[in-house]
C-alpha cells in the first residue's frame, strides 16, 4: 500500500480500495496541535483529504500526548489496539458513505464532508433518545408547558433503564414488561404514572416510525399489557362544593387561599377550563369559543366549544383578570409559580371547608362534569362543554347529531341553577322527575 494513501494500520480492508477511489479522497488518523485541550489532552480527529484541502471528522477518542499517535497509529497507552481497532471501523464507515455519493469531483472537502456526515447519520439506526428527543421538539409545537415538564419527567424515569446508544429497533414487548417492572419496583410509580410514561415512550415510538425513522415486523406495543389507570375521585360533592364557594378565611394564608379558591370557581363556572386556557383566551366579550390547549393540534377549528360567559363566571373575571391576563401578584409572574401557589393553598381550602379528600385545581373540571352528569345531562353536550375529545360511545351519534351553543348554554345553566340552590342532589334530581 502507498504511502501516499495516509492508512497505516495494518491495511485494513476499508483501505483496499480502487486506485481511483483513492486517488479522490484520503483518510488518516491525526490531531490537530493547535487544537489541545484545557489538560493538555489532544482529541484525535480523521483527516479527509480532497481534491488539495482537508478537513476532519470528530473521533470519541483522546490521548494524553501527541506522541501516542505515530503514523496514523495510536501507541503506548493500555487501549490503544481497541482505539485502533475503533478508528478502522469509523474509515470504514467514511468509505462506504463515500461509495453512495454522486458527483463528488464536483465537491469541495467541506462539503464532501458534510455529505458523507449525513449520510452515515441516515445510516445509523436511531437509537430511544434520539426517538424521545424528535418527539420532545414536536410536541413543542403544540403542547403546554406543563405537559412538556410531564413529558421530561417521563424520559427522565424511562431512559436510565436503557443503554445511552440502545437502538428504537430492539424495542419489543419483552422489554416492555421489563421497563414497567422497573418503574414499579426501581422507581416506585403507581400504575396511573407509569401508565402516562409508557404511553409518551409509545407516542415516541409511534411518531418514529411515521417519520419512517424506524421499522418494525412487530410493534412493540402489540404484545404489551398497559398499566391499569386508576381514576383520580377528586370531583366534590354539590354541598363540598357550595362550602368552598361560600368560605371565610382567616390565618396566615387568608389572602392566598381566597385567591386559590376564586380561580378554582372561575374554572368551574368556565366548564371546568384549563387554566392554561384561562390565560390565553379572551375573557372580555358575552361569549368565549375555543379549542382546548392540550388538545387542539387533534381537533379541527369546526370541532371547537362555544359558550355564553355566565354571571357567575363574569364576577371573578372582572375580581382576577385584567386587560385579559390573571391579576399576578409579585410572586406569582410565571404560569409554573401561579399553578404551584395554587395547588399548595387549595389544600388549605379543602381544610378550612372539612373536604376529606384531595383538592386540585383539577378538580373543578371533574366536578363540573360529575355534576352535569348526576343531572343527566347528555354525554355528548358534557364532552362539548369541557372541550374534551369526542368518546367512544359518543363517536356513532357524532356523525349524525351537532352540539352548539345554545345547546351549551342550556346545560351550564343547569348546572349553574342547581348549584346556585340549596337543594340536595337527590331534591334536585327527583324534582326533575329523572
Known amino acids: 500500500m502507498s504511502e501516499a494513501h495516509f492508512c497505516h494500520i495494518d491495511e485494513p480492508f476499508c483501505c483496499r480500495r480502487n486506485l481511483t477511489l483513492i486517488k479522490d479522497m484520503k483518510l488518516k488518523p491525526t490531531i490537530l496541535p493547535a487544537k489541545v485541550l484545557q489538560d493538555g489532552t489532544h482529541r484525535i480527529r480523521i483527516a479527509m483529504s480532497h481534491r488539495g484541502t482537508t478537513r476532519y471528522f470528530q473521533t470519541r477518542f483522546i490521548i494524553p500526548s501527541k506522541s501516542n499517535l505515530l503514523g496514523g497509529q495510536v501507541i503506548g497507552i493500555p487501549n490503544a489496539s481497541y482505539i485502533n481497532q475503533q478508528l478502522l471501523k469509523q474509515m470504514s464507515e467514511i468509505y462506504q458513505a463515500f461509495d453512495k455519493l454522486e458527483d463528488t469531483d464536483y465537491m469541495t472537502c467541506s462539503q464532501l464532508l458534510t455529505m458523507i456526515e449525513e449520510t452515515i447519520k441516515g445510516n445509523k439506526p436511531i437509537t430511544l433518545h434520539e426517538a424521545f428527543d424528535l418527539y420532545r421538539q414536536n410536541k413543542l409545537r403544540s403542547t403546554s408547558d406543563s405537559t412538556i415538564r410531564i413529558l421530561d419527567t417521563a424520559i427522565a424515569a424511562i431512559e436510565p433503564f436503557f443503554p445511552e446508544d440502545y437502538a428504537l429497533k430492539r424495542l419489543d414487548a419483552m422489554k416492555l414488561f421489563e421497563l414497567r417492572d422497573y418503574l414499579a419496583k426501581k422507581k416506585k410509580l403507581n400504575s396511573t404514572t407509569q401508565l402516562m410514561y409508557l404511553g409518551y415512550l409509545r407516542g415516541a415510538v409511534a411518531f418514529a416510525v411515521r417519520h419512517k425513522k424506524v421499522q418494525y415486523d412487530v410493534m412493540p406495543f402489540r404484545d404489551f399489557e398497559m398499566p391499569k389507570n386508576k381514576i383520580r375521585d377528586v370531583s366534590l360533592s354539590i354541598e363540598q362544593l357550595r362550602a368552598i364557594r361560600d368560605a371565610e378565611f382567616e390565618g396566615q394564608y387568608k389572602e392566598q387561599m381566597t385567591f386559590s ?132 360511545a359518543s363517536r356513532t351519534i357524532g356523525n349524525y347529531i351537532h352540539i352548539n351553543k345554545r345547546m351549551a348554554d342550556a346545560a351550564i345553566r343547569k348546572v349553574f341553577d342547581a348549584v346556585a340552590s340549596t337543594k340536595s342532589m337527590d331534591e334536585l334530581v327527583e324534582e326533575s322527575g329523572l
Not at 282 to 300: N, P, Y
Not at 303 to 323: G, H, Y
Not at 329 to 356: F, G, P, Q
Request: net charge positive.
Open 261 to 392: 379558591r376564586d380561580l378554582f370557581m372561575l374554572s368551574f363556572y368556565l366548564c371546568g377550563m384549563n387554566l392554561v386556557d384561562i390565560l390565553r383566551l379572551d375573557l372580555s366579550k358575552d361569549s368565549v369559543r375555543f379549542l382546548r390547549q392540550k388538545t387542539a393540534s387533534r381537533r379541527s377549528e369546526d370541532k371547537s366549544t362555544e359558550f355564553t360567559i355566565q354571571p357567575e363566571a363574569r364576577v371573578l373575571i372582572d375580581k382576577l383578570i385584567k386587560d385579559g391576563q390573571i391579576i399576578y401578584k409579585k410572586r406569582w409572574r410565571t404560569y409554573y409559580s401561579l399553578t404551584r401557589t395554587l395547588n399548595r393553598h387549595l389544600k388549605h381550602v379543602a381544610e378550612a371547608c372539612k373536604i376529606d379528600r384531595r383538592l386540585i385545581y383539577y378538580s373543578a373540571r371533574k366536578t363540573f362534569a360529575q355534576l352535569s352528569n348526576e343531572l343527566m345531562i347528555k354525554d355528548s353536550i358534557i364532552e362539548y362543554c369541557i372541550g374534551d375529545s369526542i368518546s367512544m
